[in-house]
């Protein structure tokens, strides 16, 4: 049987697009919720997850952080998907007759320009691939959707217009996961490490804590912080540095972290995606 990777979402969403682009080997299985795609894994319904974690011009998807620590899986790979936003009508349609579109609510402010150029009023949807099923199955004239192109073939709709977005830059971060962690090195690029940990309740133990990245020269390309259990003291960091735990920089600075914390967890160890550096 096919090896299966989940993600949150109906068949066409941009969750799906990142699970054709990364694993086109693997077949998909949508599910409703980010803990509905974590169950699926850790159940062996599926080997792999696909989890959105931030996008460029929204920065990171909420509750995300607060659900990898607790899922029990490991992070093996990261994918980058740039979001290309197309208009899908009705076949027969032409660009004209659209009147209105249904979307997700962070695509319509992208495709703002676009929209007031054609005289095109949006609405908010729960899902754009799902707004995309209802079209299908409504076939309301004069209603667009802005979705994937990949939602457009899946539900039998035309792509009207494509790369409506008003910026180039859309880019949305993902992570495979999988119940096993990989400490393996692979690949030819850089590798990542994601990690998390709670300071001990010190003074300036965040800022002796990362002391130790600085002085071994460990790059650090993400810190967020986000309290635990609704506490205003106990405050976990997720973070994500440049390197394997193996280098011996790299040691040494989670060597340091570790004496200022009351816990260290990897999540994951994994090479870098090319497209992070371009």
Request: net charge negative; with cysteine; charged share 25%.
């Amino acid at each position: 049987m096919p090896r299966k990777i989940a993600f949150q979402g109906e068949p066409g969403a941009y969750s799906h697009e990142a699970c054709r682009e990364a694993r086109p080997d693997h077949e998909v299985l949508a599910c409703e919720t980010f803990d509905e795609v974590i169950a699926a894994v850790r159940g062996g319904v599926a080997e792999l997850a696909m989890l959105p974690v931030e996008n460029s011009t929204y920065g990171r998807v909420a509750d995300i952080h607060r659900l990898l620590p607790e899922s029990g899986l490991h992070i093996h790979d990261e994918a980058f998907l740039r979001v290309r936003i197309s208009l899908l009508g009705l076949p027969g349609t032409a660009l004209d007759d659209i009147r209105e579109v249904r979307a997700h609510l962070v695509l319509l402010p992208q495709s703002a320009n676009f929209l007031r150029a054609h005289g095109i009023k949006g609405h908010a949807a729960a899902d754009s691939a799902g707004a995309a099923a209802e079209l299908a199955e409504h076939r309301t004239p004069g209603e667009g959707v802005l979705a994937s192109s990949l939602a457009g073939e899946i539900y039998g709709l035309e792509v009207l217009a494509s790369d409506i977005e008003d910026h180039g830059h859309n880019t949305t971060r993902f992570v495979i996961m999988g119940r096993e962690i990989d400490l393996t090195r692979r690949g030819t690029d850089a590798m990542m490490t994601t990690f998390v940990f709670e300071v001990r309740n010190i003074p300036a133990a965040l800022y002796k804590a990362m002391g130790g990245f600085a002085t071994n020269g460990v790059n650090m390309t993400k810190l967020e912080s986000y309290m635990i259990d609704g506490s205003f003291t106990a405050t976990r960091f997720y973070a994500d540095i440049e390197g394997h735990p193996d280098d011996p920089a790299v040691a040494r600075a989670l060597e340091e972290l570790d004496y200022f914390t009351n816990n260290l967890d990897i999540l994951g160890v994994y090479p870098a995606d090319p497209r992070r550096y371009m």
